[in-house]
C-alpha cells in the first residue's frame, strides 16, 4: 500500500485487517481525558508513560492501534511503537476510531 492509497481512505482497511488479528486498542490520552469516554475495551497508556510500557506492550504479542483525540499523540505513539519493533497503526481520534470499529 501507497502513500497515496493511504491518504485516499485505505486507513479504515488496515483497521480491519488489525481487528481481524486481534488488535489491541490503546488510547495515549491522559487518565482524565480517558476517564471522560473511551473505546469498550481500549487500555489508557498515557503518551508520557508509553516507553516505560513497551515490554508489557511486547509481552501481549498482537498488533496496536493507537488512539487519542485528534491524531497527533497517537501519531507519535504509532512512531515510538513501530521504532520498539511493535507492529502499529495510528487509529487517529479515538470518537472517530470508534465509528470505523
Known sequence: MGLL???TGNKS?????????????????????????AIPG?????????NSKINEIKK????VIACCAS????ASATSVLK??????????GWSSLSNKL
Open 5 to 7: 492509497d493511504f491518504l
Open 13 to 37: 482497511d488496515k483497521i480491519k485487517d488489525f481487528q481481524s488479528r486481534k488488535a489491541i486498542i490503546i488510547d495515549v490520552r491522559t487518565k482524565s481525558e480517558f476517564s471522560q469516554g
Open 42 to 50: 481500549s487500555k489508557n497508556i498515557p503518551l508520557q508513560v508509553l
Open 60 to 63: 501481549l504479542n498482537r498488533p
Open 71 to 74: 491524531g497527533m499523540r497517537s
Open 83 to 92: 521504532n520498539n519493533g511493535i507492529e502499529a497503526i495510528n487509529g487517529g
